[in-house]
């Protein structure tokens, strides 16, 4: 028989990439998404069956984290074997400003969750996956950061998510339940939202070779990540809710980077060399040369004349805009994922070179249909399928 499973916050990148990734594995999918005023399931569209299909496997509902009675109801009907709690307000600048809806939605979502698998009666049956989240370490007290290493979160999304990893922790040690934290750091895809630094800079290195765009404003770019690919990191998940015991893992690559390098690599992935200069919101970064071959084979021939003119003319790429500082950051996330790769036998397959690689060229893919899908162009739709 089919295993049941039961994502919140399947139209995020995560979402995403787990639920093709367990409708493949033969499952059976619900998800829970939220009612929003334009469509907001452009990541799942290619796994909708038309609900009159027989033998679904793909079901979405309407619910929220903050709304205890559907969250029960859903998980009533659906009876998961494994339920992956992905939903959140996830973004950590935001949640300066919406803290206490972060502290809902992120923190007590999770109890509700927790609790109405109590409520039913499902403890033996439900596994539980929930989405923990390097941001606990914060003001870092250790380096590189293993599931010994203390918290210390610096933002209200890591506040409210310090509260969901110990409620996790209390539920599976009170009650007995198969309740896990995944410690993600850092992962990234082409369908990352397009806020996150890594996505804003590949986005904008497609829109700029294009000419779309003059520069990407950034802010501290000398903060650094462990950055992953979500493809690794969903069959992390998965693998954790498979062992035979609960527990929690951290799931990184072990390798970290500044901001400044990422923007650098992906500018140089289409053949445009970037050098930084100056200091803090004086910095800069600007083209330097572009390697025309590999340009024209990333970008096009078209657009390589206008790029090169802009070595002349108006260099600058990256900018600094200060207002993208945070209240109190996150400086340095290096993550030891040692008992991962030991106990769940996971290892990622996507190195970082590998990860820009990807959203940079399909940034490019997906820039250059808008381009020009404003400028008329439908006819010329066919050329990029
Ligand atoms: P994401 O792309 O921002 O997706 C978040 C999902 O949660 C979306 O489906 C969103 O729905 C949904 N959501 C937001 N508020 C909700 C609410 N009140 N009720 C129900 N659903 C709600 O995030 P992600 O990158 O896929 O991350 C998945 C999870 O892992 C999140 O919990 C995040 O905090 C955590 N995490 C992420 C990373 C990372 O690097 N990506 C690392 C560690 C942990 P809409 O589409 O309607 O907005
Ligand atoms: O910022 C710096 C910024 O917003 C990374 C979420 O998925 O991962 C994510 O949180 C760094 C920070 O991700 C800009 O100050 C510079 O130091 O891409 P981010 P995040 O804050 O690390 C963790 C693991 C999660 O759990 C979260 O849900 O980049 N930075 N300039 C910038 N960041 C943004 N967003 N925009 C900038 O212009």
Redesign the pocket.
């Known amino acids: 028989m089919s295993k049941v499973a039961l994502i919140t916050g399947i139209t995020g990148q995560d979402g995403a990439y787990l639920a093709e990734y367990l409708l493949k594995k033969g499952y059976i999918v619900h998800g829970i998404k939220r009612r929003s005023s334009l469509f907001n399931t452009e990541r799942i569209d290619h796994l909708y069956q038309d609900p009159h299909t027989e033998n679904r496997n793909f079901i979405l509902h309407y619910g929220d984290l903050t709304d205890s009675m559907n969250l029960t109801r859903i998980i009533q009907e659906t009876q998961p074997d494994e339920l992956y709690n992905l939903g959140?307000m996830?973004?950590?600048?935001v949640s300066f400003d919406t803290a206490e809806y972060v502290a809902n939605t992120d923190g007590v979502g999770t109890l509700r969750i927790l609790e109405a698998v109590k409520l039913l009666g499902l403890t033996q049956k439900t596994r539980i996956y929930q989405a923990s989240?390097?941001?606990l370490y914060g003001m870092v007290q250790e380096v590189p950061q293993s599931e010994k290493t203390p918290f210390y979160p610096r933002s209200p999304?890591g506040v409210a998510?310090l509260y969901a990893f110990w409620i996790t922790k209390n539920y599976r040690e009170a009650h007995g339940m198969h309740a896990s934290n995944g410690i993600?750091?850092?992962h990234e895809s082409p369908i990352r939202g397009e806020?996150?630094?890594?996505r804003?800079i590949t986005r904008a290195v497609a829109r700029i070779a294009l000419g779309m765009q003059d520069a990407v404003?950034?802010?501290?770019?000398s903060?650094r990540?462990d950055w992953g690919h979500a493809k690794d990191y969903v069959r992390a998940m998965h693998l954790i809710l498979q062992q035979d015991e609960p527990d929690d893992y951290v799931i990184a690559t072990g390798v970290t980077t500044e901001?400044r390098k990422f923007a650098w690599k992906s500018f140089r992935e289409i053949g445009i060399n970037v050098e930084f200069s100056g200091e803090a919101e004086k910095e800069t970064g600007k083209i330097r040369d572009i390697d025309e071959k590999n340009f024209i084979e990333k970008v096009g021939e078209e657009f390589l004349d206008d790029i090169k003119v802009r070595i002349k003319t108006n260099p600058d790429v990256v900018k600094v805009?200060p207002s993208?500082?945070?209240p109190s950051?996150?400086?340095l996330?290096i993550g030891y994922p040692t008992k991962a790769n030991q106990k769940l036998g996971w290892k990622p397959e996507y190195d970082l070179t590998g990860l820009i690689k990807d959203m940079v060229n399909s940034d490019i893919k997906l820039m250059k249909r808008e381009r020009y899908l404003k400028d008329g162009g439908w006819e010329t739709l066919n050329y990029f399928e």
Do not use: P, Q
């Open positions: 959140a996830s973004h950590v600048m989240t390097s941001e999304y998510k993600l750091f850092n806020t996150f630094v890594t804003k404003f950034l802010g501290n770019l903060a990540r901001i805009d993208y500082y945070r950051e996150v400086d996330l």
